[in-house]
């Protein structure tokens, strides 16, 4: 069964900070990785999108794919307190459904 | 660009009415969309997928004769609710197939049954 793993938390990080999320895939072939933010009580809001082994930076947010090692991760820059929020991984195992696997998320909690 | 709403965001409804939703792609075309479902502190629970011109495809211990979607177009999905019951209330999403293949989300529906 393809599975999509985080660390649930809270992970706290000071206000300033950089917060460093984690998340892993058992999927070998999944194509496309995507890290969505969610709110108490919201929808979740896409944040970035990642294809490549590698890097992306978006502002504050920068997205980082090793497929070798099936793990993608999200780091966040200067946290702020309203970053507090649960951070979703999600895989698209890239198997022409466009289903993708969610992660169960990470709670993030930036003290100011 | 890529919004996704929904219509009702709020409905309360009697125990045994139906409870339509609307989910609408603004600003693209969405072939695909998806709905989901989710408990309080719980993590989103995938119901269906449903495709413009076809049947949706449900999950597995979803049943299609409750949870009743029709995509007729391009832009619109909906989810309707059949006899509704107090364990029916949670929070719907839709989300929609957008730009470079990827989902964007509705901002939900939330809906008690009393």
């Known amino acids: ?112 | 660009g890529a919004v996704v709403s929904q219509h009702p965001s709020r409905v309360i409804c009697k125990s045994g009415t139906s409870v339509k939703i609307e989910c609408r792609s603004l600003d693209f075309q969405a072939t695909t969309m998806f709905w989901y479902r989710q408990f309080p502190k719980q993590s989103l629970m995938l119901m269906a997928t449903s495709n413009e011109g076809s049947k949706a495809t449900y999950e597995q211990g979803v049943e299609k004769d409750k949870f009743l979607i029709n995509h007729a177009s391009l832009t619109l999905s909906t989810l309707t609710v059949t006899s509704a019951h107090p364990e029916d209330s949670s929070f719907y999403i839709c989300s929609a197939i957008g730009p470079a293949e990827t989902q964007y989300f509705g901002p939900g529906t939330r809906l008690l049954v009393l």
């Open chain 1, 1 to 112: 069964q393809k599975e999509v793993e985080q660390n649930s938390g809270p992970l706290s990080v000071p206000e300033g900070a950089i917060a460093s999320l984690n998340c892993t895939y058992s999927d070998r072939g999944s194509q496309s990785f995507f890290w969505y933010r969610q709110y108490s009580g919201k929808s979740p809001e896409l944040i970035m999108s990642i294809y490549s082994n590698g890097d992306k930076e978006d502002g504050r947010f920068t997205a980082q794919l090793n497929k070798a090692s099936q793990y993608v991760s999200l780091l966040i820059r200067d946290s702020q307190p309203s970053d507090s929020a649960t951070y979703l991984c999600a895989v698209n195992p890239g198997s022409g459904t466009y289903k993708y696997i969610f992660g169960t998320g990470t709670r993030l909690k930036v003290l100011a």
